[in-house]
């Protein structure tokens, strides 16, 4: 029996409404009784299609464009249109496609936003309706909605505030949630929260979709999150939210207030230390020196890099080490010098990883008079250095050279995005320490030659953890997200590194194995999940049955 005569949610449509509709049609693949049964003789050219033969056709089309925005924009429109076939065509060539609907590619997008939109995706809950959050909720396009990403384009990866363009972001993230962890497609929700926009470039375009108007602030800008909180837990209760690419100032604040109230998560604090964090202990493997002895510099001070110095932290603590002497494992730098206790200009968050003014005393000043990266790298035996700072080429030859000095594995990760905003390169890196360097970025970098050895270069891409994330949510009705069971996604992504047997070989696993690996995650994120009482008990069999049946896989069924 065909899998339409059983879809109650396509009995009403047919003809031009049913090939329209993008997560059930199945274009030139409907079989002769279907075409008959639904209206769609003549509507369709004759021949019936398998999907591999639909595939082949989408992937010639993606190769004909010319540059990776015109590509991103085929693969939009190609999953406006028809969503098994986007998803399988991803799936087929994911290690070519994801930096093209996600990262680097993406961030060109959200700049362009309002120049490349054709059809509506998710929601824009603008301020100025900001009476009618609920109501907007309930025009959605799915019913029962698993994961929501929500953004308000403030801090889009490093190119700033792009307002209602943010939105990219979360249908990128989305879409990878279904590519990777096997989410629904009709079961995510992309949102952008339309609080206005500083960016004056946007404010000029006569094209820009949002609300036209400065961005606001202050318990304005709080008292409109909460009235989005409030209607997502009176309209979805069940829904996870996943927070995106919100300020600095404000991402840990909302991760604070609702994190206890909220079934939800910031990808940017919580899902990058993660898959940092991940990499790391496969990089630790190699070293042969465990968590709790290496010594680690974070360039960038922002949530993203006092989310991964936390998680670090809270690791060498699970591994033995006391608190006190773990926190002074951490050297973090921003442009005001490394964070250290005599500093006025400090988070809270900041706080918790600033040197006492005391251990400076050995290190040198820069020519400005601070205690800088150059210092730091001087002074202390780093064995670990990460870049979330967006200062393209930070991470220089004599800073390298000398981190290679004094530890034979150094661990080197400039993770910032988009390409353009890297640290450094990772041929350079190779160069600089004599092909020593276990590396990790942020955008994706080819394989870097050394000697007669292709050596590859894992992208720290948070795609190996926040879909696994939703994958477990999903299967085991976790009712909150909580730091233990992000940490325990780390450790399981580790335990997949193909460095810890292979010397040379990447810190995280391949792309093509991105849906088995959030498979092994989900499981540890579950049974941690269970561990902590946020999620009802089951045995570990019916807990990975669950995680397979919650997979989604793009086929007509």
């Not at 093509?512 to 946020?534: P, T």
Request: glycine share 10%; proline share 6%; charged share 20%.
């Amino acid at each position: 029996m065909s899998s339409l005569q059983i879809d109650r949610g396509v009995g009403h449509r047919r003809g031009h409404s049913l090939l329209d509709n993008p997560l059930r049609t199945r274009g030139t693949a409907f079989d002769e009784e279907d075409r008959a049964r639904y209206g769609l003789v003549g509507l369709l050219p004759p021949r019936v299609e398998t999907l591999e033969e639909q595939t082949a056709r989408a992937y010639e089309a993606f190769q004909s464009r010319t540059t990776d925005l015109d590509k991103h924009i085929y693969l939009r429109a190609l999953q406006d249109t028809n969503e098994v076939l986007f998803y399988r065509l991803l799936l087929d060539h994911i290690e070519e496609m994801m930096p093209i609907v996600y990262t680097p590619t993406v961030a060109a997008a959200c700049e362009q936003f309002s120049h490349i939109y054709r059809r509506p995706r998710g929601l824009f809950v603008s301020y100025p309706l900001k009476d009618r959050i609920g109501e907007i909720l309930q025009n959605r396009y799915g019913r029962e909605i698993d994961i929501i990403v929500v953004t308000d384009g403030g801090r889009i990866l490093g190119i700033g505030d792009q307002g209602v363009g943010g939105l990219g972001i979360p249908i990128g993230k989305l879409s990878l949630y279904t590519l990777v962890g096997g989410i629904h497609p009709a079961r995510t929700l992309p949102i952008v929260l339309d609080v206005g926009t500083n960016n004056a470039e946007r404010l000029r375009d006569p094209l820009y979709l949002g609300w036209h108007h400065e961005r606001i602030s202050g318990p304005e800008y709080f008292d409109f999150v909460d009235r989005f909180v409030q209607a997502v837990k009176a309209e979805l209760p069940g829904a996870c939210v996943q927070w995106e690419d919100f300020p600095n100032s404000i991402a840990y604040t909302l991760l604070d207030k609702y994190r206890n109230e909220l079934l939800s998560f910031n990808d940017d604090i919580q899902g990058t230390a993660a898959v940092t964090l991940g990499a790391i202990l496969g990089g630790i493997a190699v070293t042969g020196r465990p968590l709790r002895d290496h010594e680690v510099v974070i360039l960038g001070a922002g949530s993203a890099g006092i989310g991964v110095a936390d998680y670090l932290y809270r690791a060498m603590v699970q591994d033995g080490l006391d608190p006190q002497t773990a926190r002074q494992r951490f050297w973090i730098v921003n442009r005001g010098g490394v964070l250290h206790t005599g500093r006025t200009d400090l988070s809270a968050e900041q706080r918790a990883f600033a040197q006492p003014t005391e251990r400076l005393g050995t290190l040198g000043r820069s020519a400005a008079g601070v205690v800088g990266l150059e210092e730091v790298i001087r002074g202390r035996p780093a064995t670990i250095l990460i870049g979330l700072s967006t200062l393209a080429g930070a991470f220089t030859e004599p800073i390298v050279r000398e981190m290679a000095r004094k530890t034979p594995r150094p661990i080197i990760m400039p993770l910032s995005n988009p390409t353009s905003k890297a640290e450094a390169k990772p041929v350079d890196l190779m160069q600089w320490t004599q092909g020593c360097a276990l590396i990790a970025t942020g955008s994706p970098f080819p394989p870097v030659s050394v000697g007669t050895s292709l050596i590859p270069i894992a992208q720290c891409n948070n795609v190996f953890v926040f879909p696994a994330i939703g994958l477990a949510i999903a299967a085991s009705r976790a009712t909150r997200v909580s730091d233990e069971m992000m940490l325990a996604a780390a450790r399981a992504l580790g335990e997949k590194s193909p460095a810890r047997t292979d010397r040379s070989g990447s810190l995280l696993p391949p792309l093509r194995e991105l849906r088995s690996v959030a498979r092994h995650i989900a499981a540890a994120v579950g049974l941690q999940a269970m561990k902590e009482g946020l999620a009802p008990p089951m045995e570990r069999e019916e807990l990975a049955r669950k995680i397979a049946a919650s997979q989604w896989t793009p086929a007509y069924e």
